[in-house]
Nanobody, 119 residues
Framework: QVQLVESGGGLVQAGGSLRVSCAASGSILGLNSMHWYRQAPGKQRELVAT???????NYADSVKGRFTISRDNAKNTVYLEMNSLKPEDTAVYYC?????????????WGQGTQVTVSS
């Protein structure tokens, strides 16, 4: 079992910056890729950024050049640094990870953290 706990959300003005964190605990030795998703009111949850266990990153087109995902394996934490924030970035941000447990690859979600960007 893996537990994911997000923190760092809040209210920021457009053009500002915010960093959200996701701390993993439990059976973390099997952690694979980690991801940030977001879900705005009335919209589907969408993938924002991914970082593999080897450090390879990938971003949604809408956040490329503004958001940076990083990973501190010593702290079992993944970060999402968000710059040049726009009102359309307002959403609940969720951490998602997969972990190898025996012969299975299991998915885990955090509880989410609200990010609100005011215009």
């Amino acid at each position: 079992q893996v537990q994911l706990v997000e923190s760092g959300g809040g209210l920021v003005q457009a053009g500002g910056s915010l960093r959200v964190s996701c701390a993993a605990s439990g059976s973390i030795l099997g952690l694979n890729s980690m991801h940030w998703y977001r879900q705005a009111p009335g919209k589907q949850r969408e993938l924002v950024a991914t970082i593999t266990s080897g450090g390879t990153t990938n971003y949604a087109d809408s956040v490329k050049g503004r958001f940076t995902i990083s990973r501190d394996n010593a702290k079992n934490t993944v970060y999402l640094e968000m710059n040049s924030l726009k009102p359309e970035d307002t959403a609940v941000y969720y951490c998602y990870a997969t972990a190898v447990e025996g012969a299975l690859l299991k998915p885990y979600w955090g509880q989410g953290t609200q990010v609100t960007v005011s215009s």
